[in-house]
């Protein structure tokens, strides 16, 4: 079976927007850097898969992530790629200078719902590192530049522990105020349930935030991505961050693991009958040839049980 029957749920959004980050949250997290070629390669055939918004890479210090050192490189073999949403980490002027030099349209800054998250992965506490954003967003919003607000550690902390709603709500809501266009709730350890998920996107609304302006990003840690992510749909979220075959985690927050493999995220929308635009046989051969590179299976369970499904003909 290479498909799941379909149940249209109507009280579910019609359509989906897959935000793919395999490419940036994935490969950041590799313990070797994976050339550049078949970096570009990689987003190329996601791409081809239909996938259509696609986090290429980060504009950040080298020093800090050598993995994603490539960036403009990355970006120059990308050129030829049109049609397609190409956002990158921004965390500074100095890559915000980077990014528009390599000719990108999308960014996204990346802040924290906890101090110690903000310090372990920006050298900033949570006020500096909001003042460090400010002058990107209004710089890259003056040049024509889209722009989206990550929050990290929405669910809990590892170090902090409990990270309360209203905590998540005040960097929101700064966020929003700089002039971010939409906002990703990130789960960076996966430790966020259900219930957790209603609670905090209610929160959100209730202070005013659109659920357009919402999209999620849950790590698969602790194996709550997909209920997380039917629990954001059933609240009215449309915009869902994944990454293809599970690849990902953060190298400042010991206890990452992948992200929800954009696999499982289209077998159960298929199923749902929530449109994405998503060849699900095309992205599990994409998956399929990236695992082979990376010399590891990957951990998406509909990679695996599609791949075995087809080996037994
Ligand atoms: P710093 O060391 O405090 O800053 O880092 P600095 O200004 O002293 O810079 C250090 C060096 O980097 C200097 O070089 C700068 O010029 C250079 P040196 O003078 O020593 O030769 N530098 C840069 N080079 C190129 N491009 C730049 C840039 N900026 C500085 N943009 C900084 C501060 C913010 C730069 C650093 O902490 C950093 O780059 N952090 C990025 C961390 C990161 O990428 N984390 C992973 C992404 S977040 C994530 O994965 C979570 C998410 O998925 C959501 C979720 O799951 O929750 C989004
Ligand atoms: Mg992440």
Request: aromatic letters at 6%; charged letters at 20%; one cysteine or more.
């Amino acid at each position: 079976m290479s498909m799941p029957d379909r149940h249209r749920r109507t009280d579910l959004p019609a359509s989906v927007t897959i935000y793919e980050v395999g490419a940036r949250d994935g490969l950041q997290n590799e313990a070797t850097v994976v050339p550049v070629e078949v970096k570009a390669e990689f987003i190329r055939r996601l791409a081809g898969a239909g996938l259509s918004t696609i986090e290429a890479t980060s504009f950040v210090s080298p020093k800090w992530v050598p993995q994603l050192a490539d960036a403009d490189d990355l970006m120059a073999r990308l050129d030829s790629v049109h049609d397609l949403r190409l956002p990158v980490l921004v965390p500074n002027l100095a890559g915000l200078e980077r990014a528009l030099a390599a000719g990108v349209r999308e960014i996204a800054v990346f802040a924290a719902a906890t101090e110690t998250f903000s310090r372990r992965n920006l050298n900033r506490s949570l006020d500096e590192a909001l003042d460090m954003f400010a002058p990107v967003v209004v710089e890259a919003t003056r040049a024509g530049l889209w722009v989206r607000g990550y929050v990290s550690m929405c669910f809990g902390d590892p170090w902090e522990g409990r990270v309360p709603v209203q905590q998540v709500v005040g960097v929101s809501r700064r966020l929003l105020e700089m002039g971010c266009s939409e906002l990703s709730l990130g789960d960076t350890t996966g430790v966020g349930t259900p219930g957790h998920v209603h609670a905090l996107i209610g929160g959100l609304v209730a202070a005013g935030i659109g659920l357009k302006q919402l999209a999620v990003h849950f790590h698969d840690t602790y194996g709550q991505a997909l209920a997380n992510t039917l629990a954001a749909l059933e609240v009215g979220v449309s915009t869902v961050d994944a990454s293809a075959g599970g690849l990902g985690g953060c190298p400042f927050a010991r206890s990452a693991t992948g992200n929800l493999a954009t696999e499982d995220l289209v077998w159960m929308l298929n199923g749902l009958g929530i449109e994405t635009g998503v060849d699900l046989r095309q992205l599990v051969d994409t998956s399929l040839w990236m695992a082979a590179h990376l010399g590891r299976p990957s951990p998406s369970r509909v990679v695996t049980a599609l791949a075995a499904a087809r080996a037994a003909g």
